[in-house]
């Protein structure tokens, strides 16, 4: 039997989520610590988005700088109103950005932070809240931590969340996200390959596996991209994806290789998948303050 | 079946590792403006694994191999350099070094044969950065992570390179990727040498061998376990000890020389900035 028909639901649908989406995952590697190259490099890949249709191109963490800019912090650091960020808006025209960068705040802090652009304007920052500072990470040394995990809405994508990279490994992050109830969670990463035992590097197993739970408990879609190329002996994987919120992979970018991968999102999907698994309605948010308000007077104030 | 831990962590997938080496090589040269490599080939098993992935990596005419035997240097040694060459079409260079090493030992008779060795080991070094500067060439080093831990090389000598592939290999993981990469079965099979002088192997010198030692290696440096752990686990205390031992005594080799510090920034302290900076 055909379904019921409901003009009104369907138009809210398609007014909240805009049906299908064309996403460009700009895989680049970065010239580290070199401004107006990556620039020209950002420019040169919105366009080939552009010229795909791309409603949405998104560039990897520290996209605009490379990773280990460790002393040059304080010499890429750019504003939020900075001439090479309205610069790239300008490129996108009516396509949307991710594009990650260092941040100055007007307290001279800086942070790793990645923003959304949508029609020519900022419409949110995110300061990378996880600093790794750990092993082969020293990011602590150089930047200011996030304050905050908050979601966003946006004209066409519904409502947003953005992480960065190591923000992605924590389960808070993505539980508050959920609790954001975003339709579209994007990571921008610059993930090095550690372990080559097996068929796939063990980093890009992990972010693989990150990316589909999550799609799958939050009910969303998600989106990681991550760069490519080298920086002091480090192997930056790629291998960048999007999660549908079945938990299937959508879209994949090549490992290793520098690569602008467009990959279609149905938004509407998320209806189907919420009706069939409804995990975020059910979720108990006040049952989790309390019991989060719980474990904070026994570690922190008894 | 018993879990082994150590041979676990020393597997690799040879042709990931491959793939990311050879990327590796070219990105390297490539953001230092250059496209050719110079290479010491020994006819041994690293430097043969190095011209292998330079080849695949820069293509083979981008690529000079230079053998720099000494007078000791076996019959053996510069037949296995010949079969590498021969497979690989690789530009080839042939400087012997004895007629210099034996000229500045002229005036020191009596030195060591370890002197020896380091000497050579370091004319060598001048005679690649030579070829460097001759051929547009950055020099690819060969030295493994199992020597470079342990410090079996000779510092500014063999530990001399621009760029290094495979310091992050064991020995034992260079054997498979040799085989992945088709160096001649020869190589792999015979005992590692460095042809210091005649019939000398790395093992014999060592009093270990490169199986053993990088099974402990593996779990000490990679895995973090504990001394009681390691010795639980069947490594022979006295065994573990003289191989921390080895990696602390030997770390000043894997630093560049310390520096005084005196003013507000100093360099490699707080003066930090990556090497592929700019690039």
Redesign the interface.
Known sequence: MAPTSDPEGEALAVDRHGGVLRVAMAQIAPVLAHRERNVALHVAQIEAARGEQADLVVFPELSLTGYFVRDMVPDVAIRRDAPEIRRLMQAAGPTALVAGFVEESPQQRFYNAALFAEEGRIVHVHRKVYLPTYGLFDEQRYFAAGERIEAFDTARFGRVGLLICEDFWHLSAAAIMQAEEVDLLVCVANSPARGVDGDKIRTAVAYDSMARTFAQLLGAVVIVVNRVGFEDGLCFWGGSRIAGPDGSVLAEAPMLDEALTIGTIDLAELRRQRLITPLARDERLLLTLEELNRIKRRRYET | MKPDPAG??L???PE??G??LC??IR??LQRAGFRHAVIGLSGGIDSSVVTCLAARALGPENVLAVTMPYKTSSEATRRDAQAVLDRLGVRTLDVPITDSVDAYFRRFPDASRMRLANKCARERMTVLYDQSAAFDALVLGTSNKSELLLGYGTQFGDMASAVNPVG?LYKTQLFRLAAWLGVPDEIIKKPPTGDLWTGQTDEGELGFTYAEVDRLLVLMVDCRWRRSELVAHGFEAKFVDRVAEMIRRNHYKRRMPVIAKLSPRTLDRD?????????
């Open positions: 676990a962590a597997e690799i997938n990931l590792v793939s990311i990327r590796f990105t390297e992050d003066f930090r900035y990556a090497r592929d900076w700019g690039t």
